[in-house]
């Protein structure tokens, strides 16, 4: 009942509320991860690490008849599909 005669309040209070809890959220301080992932644990507990960046493309060529195209030289594009047996 009250939400048929109010509405417009009720409302304007919901959207208080959401606007107070993005304004808070995007106002938070970057704080670091207090625990470290397992991944990341164990390499650098075995010495190997664990920033590796290569050039992007793949060493081994692999043929591929169906599905997207290893090259990533240009995004997008469609899925191309042969209709062979699996």
Known sequence: ?????????????IAIIFSLIIVASVNMP????TLTDPYTAWRN???SSTNQAGNG????????????????????GGFNFDYTPV
């Open 1 to 13: 009942k009250r939400i048929i005669r109010y509405p417009y309040k009720i409302l304007a209070n």
């Open 30 to 33: 970057e704080v670091p991860p």
């Open 45 to 47: 507990y075995t010495g």
């Open 57 to 76: 493309t793949l060493d081994i060529p692999a043929a591929t008849e169906s599905g997207y195209s290893r090259e990533d030289n240009q995004l997008g």
